[in-house]
């Protein structure tokens, strides 16, 4: 077998293709429209630089208020493709909601190495707690959440020693909320992703976060589609009972009815993935 009872590649990018049926190029259409509209219509600081190259920018759409808190978005992408710019529609719920939202960017693989990607969401993150003042928001009131690919960083977040390695207290984030995550990387090695992702062993040991411990005091919410493939829902639930053993407050859910894309309508005005957020933040 290559990965627990899969014994082909086929048998694998099967469950890990979350385009089945789905028309890429009008997805992303749909998502560039809708965030072209948010950034016109609201306050937005775009190519917010958090790091040296090019590729660590973030977007930062303002709420009403200097002092909101501020909650990071990790975009999917099977962290090969995609940017911040497609992802804008996300932050206008949460901004309606008195949230000050950042769109982070990262540089995507093969151009770095996998580990590069998960560096650089720790830098955005360190970097947003360093200079909320700078930026116009309450840094002291930071939230993540992340789609697909951006799920597994927003959980790699919660694996990351802040104090020992970034000099910041472990608990600098008040909650996550993983949407259709990767939380364990040992199918992607014999995926049709493997050409772009270039795993070694060594990196599915150190950036699963299936296999590392749970660091940040903060409570997790772990959410899939009902409409996407058995493997999303079984990492789900193997990362949520994963969490759990290691202490922390963590739920998790299949969403009736929603595939791997249509769940990210619920970051929309009054949807259920900003009351989520909003409450990580009392409002």
């Known amino acids: 077998m290559l990965y627990r009872d899969f014994a082909t590649q086929e048998a694998i990018d099967r469950e890990y293709d979350p385009m089945r049926g789905r028309d890429p190029a009008e997805l992303l259409a749909g998502w560039q429209s809708r965030s072209e509209v948010v950034r016109e219509q609201g306050r937005v600081a775009c190519d917010v630089a958090y790091g040296p190259t090019l590729a660590e920018r973030m977007d930062i759409y303002h709420a009403a208020r200097d002092d909101a808190p501020i909650h990071l978005f990790f975009h999917g992408g099977y962290w090969r493709s995609l940017g911040h710019r497609e992802f804008g529609f996300v932050a206008e719920g949460l901004v309606a909601a008195g949230i000050s939202v950042a769109v982070v960017n990262y540089a995507l693989c093969p151009t770095v190495a996998f580990g590069e ?8 993150v360190a970097w947003v707690r360093s200079n909320g003042a700078t930026l116009g928001v309450d840094a002291s009131r930071l939230s ?11 959980a790699m977040l919660l694996a990351t020693d802040w104090a020992g390695e970034y000099g910041l207290p472990d608990d600098l984030i008040g909650g996550a909320l993983c949407v259709s995550g ?3 990387l040992r199918p992607f090695p014999w995926s049709w992703l493997q050409p772009k992702l270039q795993l070694t062993s060594r990196d599915v040991a150190d950036y699963s976060p299936l296999f590392l411990p749970y660091r940040v005091p903060a409570p997790v919410q772990l959410v899939a589609g009902g409409e996407e493939s058995a493997e999303f829902a079984r990492q789900m639930q193997a990362h ?4 759990e053993a290691h202490g922390a407050a963590v739920s998790h859910e299949l969403m009736p009815g929603d595939d791997h894309f249509s769940i990210l309508d619920h970051y929309a005005p009054g949807g ?11 409002i």
């Open 240 to 243: 949520a009972e994963h969490l």
């Open 182 to 184: 990767l939380y364990d």
């Open 117 to 124: 990607l998960v560096r650089q969401a720790r830098a955005a």
């Open 144 to 154: 993540v959440s992340g789609h697909s690919a951006g799920g597994h960083l927003a």
């Open 272 to 282: 259920r993935f900003v009351q989520r957020i909003a409450a990580f933040h009392s």
